[in-house]
């Protein structure tokens, strides 16, 4: 089984708000993934995850906070967003770091007001 | 640092036809290749990858691609195309630790 999954599937949030995504995958793989992508665009890395601990961050806004809870749980928190933040965040995971094959979650679409 | 060129932002084939999307890398070392298949509102689907070995790959849905080292490319095709290939379609190469993605290539494909 090569899923990864996401919820929810489509989120609306106010500039105030606080939001979390979620992204599960029971797999056993220890490198985990954020993406960010606008319309007609591709991937760009947000974070990455290598055995729970954070090894990547690619400057995000401290407005986007991940999460690791576990091997198998990826969060990403959202708070005081700006709507240029709307995009399709997608989640992947790989066996071990990024020189494997990365599997992707379906996404969550956001929309920030 | 790694880059990956896709030539062509969108590309239209009749039903039935060949086809054959490009995708060209800048990488020191030997490259590892995907391609990637994305429907619209739709997460990444891998198609096929290159890591080492036999530089024609097969993938799934009838894709398959063919690493050439000294034209710097991975070329993606298929013999005859279904109307349920129109999507979106990304190369990446992995370096640094990261998965770098070409722009992609839009495939409509006529009835």
């Known amino acids: 089984d090569t899923e990864v999954t996401q919820t929810p599937k489509h989120l609306v949030m106010g500039m105030t708000n606080k939001k979390s995504l979620k992204c599960e995958q029971h797999m056993g793989h220890r490198a985990m993934y954020w993406y960010k992508q606008k319309a007609k665009k591709p991937p760009e890395l947000m974070f990455v995850y290598s055995y729970e601990k954070l090894s990547i961050n690619e400057s995000v806004p401290s407005r986007f906070s991940p999460e690791c809870p576990n091997s198998s749980l990826l969060n990403l928190h959202l708070h005081a967003l700006q709507p240029e933040d709307s995009a399709l965040y997608l989640c992947a995971s790989s066996h071990r770091g990024p020189e494997e094959t990365q599997y992707f979650g379906p996404g969550t679409r956001l929309l920030v007001l | 640092a790694q880059s990956v060129t896709q030539p062509d932002i969108h590309i239209t084939v009749s039903e039935g036809a060949s086809l054959e999307l490009r995708c060209n890398y800048s990488y020191g070392a030997t490259p590892y290749l995907f391609w990637y298949v994305q429907s619209p509102g739709q997460g990444l689907q891998l198609l096929l990858k290159?890591?080492?070995?036999?530089?024609l790959v097969q993938g799934i849905k009838g894709f398959e691609a063919e690493f050439k080292r000294s034209q710097s490319s991975y070329n993606l095709r298929k013999p005859s195309v279904h109307w349920s290939d129109a999507a979106d379609y990304f190369c990446a190469v992995e370096g640094a630790q990261k998965l770098v993605f070409g722009q992609g290539t839009r495939l409509t494909i006529n009835p």
């Open positions: 290159y890591f080492s070995g036999d530089t």
